[in-house]
């Protein structure tokens, strides 16, 4: 019997670029005409908004008064003139012609994504809905702040407000309910927390505004796929999501509060809660001519002032201001890589700020210093709670980066994050020794001539913002060149260090015998990885241990105390017994545990020879493909989706993660949050790779594309070395697209395994499931000894169906091959089984061991 393939993929020739640019272009071109004919409501906003800035920018006055008169929103443009239409008129147009830059993009990117996501009607009924339960809902608030008597509502009671950015958040915020759980969860999050950042800190009507509508378009989309939709598929857990994307997430907040206080700097006289942090770095200069006249005439308070203000005068002070917010942006970049200094450097500077706060808004009035506020009238009550929440808020973020800190790998470099904290405190000391230094050589450019005890006591100032100075009285003041010089850039040139130390850390720059442990292990492997499982040593999160020739290796990890060597040890098969027994030696002398996971029935003479034991704990389905064949009656299954697929115009293409494009990258991590998102346990790691795994350029991948180029399916094969060649694949990730047709991961494997056929290939592993093996197997294991880890396999089971992975693989007619789990201690294999918990979910906590209980009773 025959059957019909799906074609082999192919590797272009190297003649054929041009001819691919010309396909790209064509179907950029076939795209983007799809799109433009698909958002018809899109393009109407975008007219209205072109032909109105023009209309500006020929009739200027006469049409501005228009706007802000009759047009605009307010409380009292509502309620007291009774301009029931200004909700609808002013989100229509944009306040300025010149704004009509930035709305135009943002109109045809945002609102033109919801309306392809909700369709054309649905989008007009929530783009007015959102607009008009934006201004109602928003002057009901503040008629709430009006009758509270609070200042700030009274303020903008009169405030004109043309934004057209209302109703396209609120739109954005509907339409993310029609959006797959990835791309729905960054929407609202990020959406909800730019919101935010703009009310907290700036505080103007329009920020209040943008949030109702967002909360108002938020319900309506809901409301509206529960009712198109009820199926269980659709109301998936949002709260869990993968490791990588709770970084992303939690870099995008420490960027955001980044972000913060440049809206004050920018809108000083905004009214957000959040407004005395973000004071704290505007600049707020006095004049340097000013204090030379003070200086000629002599002190008085008002010239003590002068001095404050001018002393910040220059580019210096102001980098000061700038830089401690770029450390937190390159904070932000790093705990998106999974740097764990970047996140105890996220922490120290949002503690800096508070300390800044406390000491700026609590010691210092209690000492009797002047601040920029009138506290009289009432004020003082409502002042104080936005002061509360700028001290709170960079604490409690601090405190949310601190919980999260299991999701962030251990440093490849063992004590990366102390090793940065004390290159910081070294280059802290060494630069203030020298400014000491040189201002004491320039003591007389200052006025009055310095000492040393007066540079100690002013050296703090030298690296605060500049907001915190300006309130401070002078103690002392430089008037020469030199000592101005030496006084303005001591402060940047402490943070410039923090910034090159924060950007080789995040980096993993590291020096000495640590640097080339990564090459070490590429190189062992391209003699000869033992054991297909081999190239996970390679993965972030492991230790290195070296033998003192560098000949041998050992990848492992620590958790709960002991040691969990994974896999065989790298190196020649003779040095395997001497590293065994060196790493043995290396751990206790550390107070470790140590044990091999999933090393394979060929160690059992070694390990024999050390007095240690072998427990299975897991089976290796590994196929020949070079006696593959799709033939006979136990591959009907195999036969019915590759037929199924060449049916349905579903193609396989092996590839790898660098030479994906940028909306295939999206597709994958789309599919992969959908999939982690149906768990009730958080994201696996340890032998079970993620998508940070699959951006090594060595590992292979095998995507499944529909006619239409969606991503229907993805799996990612690392490779076993033997001679710096490549012998086998091994399956690692595997994920599918919902929704995506039955078979379609039996597809996409036997199309790698044929192609592994036709490039040579020795072994095809479809990996090993942990806690898991078929019947015979398991029919020797000791029973108290199987039981430590078989009760973590049962629970696992409902939730991972580690045993139902077994199962599938058997359709490839697989030769199963054992793994085992040595040990030299019986008496610790309970610890051993926790820490394999701890191991694969590093988030593992007591109301997940609960339901472990409850699930294997």
Known sequence: MTTSLAPRPTVAPSGAPSERARRRLRRFESWLGRWASSIPFTWTIAGVATVVSVLQLVFHASLYRILDGVLSQSFDSVVTQHHWFAPVTSVLIGARALHIVVLLPLILVVLGAAERLMGTWRTIVVYLSVAILGGILGVLVEGIGLWLGLIAAEQVRSQATIDPVIPIVGTIMAASAFTGPLLRRRIRLLGFAGLLMFVLYSGEPRDLYRVIAAVAGLIIGSLWTRRVNRTPATRLNLTRSSHRERRSLLAALVA?????????????????????????????????????DCAAVGYSDACADSFSLARLDGPGPVLVTVLPLVVLVIAAIGILRGRRVALWLAVSVNVFLSVLGIAYYGVLPALGANTFFDLSNGQFDQYSISVIISIALPLVIAALLIVNLRIFPTEFSEGATPRFFLGVGVAFIVIALVYLALALMFRAQFDPVVSLSDLLTDLPERFMPVGFLSLERVDVFPVGDAARFVYGWVGPAFWFSVIVGAILSISHVRLGSAANATAIIRSLLYRGG?????????????????????????????????????????????????????????????????????????????????????????????????????????????????????????????????NLTLPQIAQIRDISEGWIAEKDLPEMGFTL?????????????????????????????????????????????????????????????????????????????LSAAPLAHTESAGAGQEGARAAVLGVLGRALEPIYGFRSLLVFKQKFRPRNVPLYLAYADPLSLPAVGVALTRAYVPTFSARHALGFLSRSA
């Open 689 to 765: 790779g993620g998508v940070d795994e699959l951006t090594d350029p060595e590992v292979t991948l095998t995507l499944a594309f529909d006619d239409s180029g969606t991503i229907l399916a993805v799996t990612s094969w690392l490779p076993t070395y033997r001679d710096s060649q490549v012998i086998g694949w091994t399956l690692d990730f595997m994920r599918r697209r919902q929704g995506a047709m039955n078979g379609i991961m039996e597809f996409t494997i036997a199309e790698t395994v044929l192609a592994a056929r036709d490039a040579g290939l020795e072994f095809v592993s």
């Open 530 to 658: 033992r054991g297909s499982l081999s190239w996970m040593a390679t993965w972030p999160g492991n230790h290195y241990w070296f033998s003192d020739g560098r000949t041998s290796a050992v990848a492992y990890r620590v958790v709960n105390g002991v040691a969990i060597a994974l896999g065989e040890p790298l190196g020649e098969p003779d040095d395997r017994a001497d590293a065994i027994r060196h790493f043995t030696v290396f751990c206790t002398n550390h107070g470790w545990t140590p044990v091999f996971y999933v090393v394979s029935g060929a160690m059992q003479p070694v390990f024999d020879e050390l007095q240690w034991s072998l427990l299975q704990i897991a089976e290796e389905a590994t196929i020949d493909p070079r006696a593959f064949s799709l033939q006979g009656r136990r591959m009907q299954d195999i036969r019915t989706s590759i037929n199924k697929a060449v049916k349905t115009g579903v193609r396989a293409e092996l590839t790898a993660y660098h």
């Open 256 to 292: 955001i509060t980044a972000v913060g206080p440049l809206i004050t700097i920018i809108t000083p006289s905004g009214f957000g809660p959040l407004q005395p942090l973000g004071l704290l770095f505007r600049d707020t200069l006095g004049s340097v001519a000013g204090a030379g």
